[in-house]
């Protein structure tokens, strides 16, 4: 799902950081990990974030749920 949220310029940042609290304040403790999670390409095995399945690097999707990493 997308939204476009149209704000004055100089009311973007509070909007971006009360559109995060709220979005936060909804999420699991698994969607909060999971969001935070970062790939390093240049790792030798990553993590899927949707999964936590551990794989070598130089897939474009995870081989266990599928999640595209690209």
């Known amino acids: 799902m997308q939204y476009l ?4 310029s100089a009311d ?3 909007a971006n950081q ?6 936060a304040a909804q999420a699991s403790a698994a969607e909060r990990r ?3 999670c ?3 390409s ?3 095995e ?3 974030p949707a999964c936590g399945a551990t ?7 995870c081989p266990d749920c599928g999640l595209n990493l690209r």
Not at 18 to 23: F, G, I, P, T, V
Not at 55 to 60: D, I, N, P, R
């Open 5 to 8: 949220l149209a704000v004055a």
């Open 55 to 61: 794989f070598a690097t130089g897939v474009s999707e």
């Open 18 to 23: 009360l559109l995060e609290e709220a979005w």
């Open 12 to 14: 973007g940042s509070r």
């Open 38 to 40: 970062v790939i390093d």
């Open 34 to 36: 999971a969001a935070a």
């Open 42 to 44: 240049n790792a030798a």
């Open 46 to 48: 990553i993590t899927c």
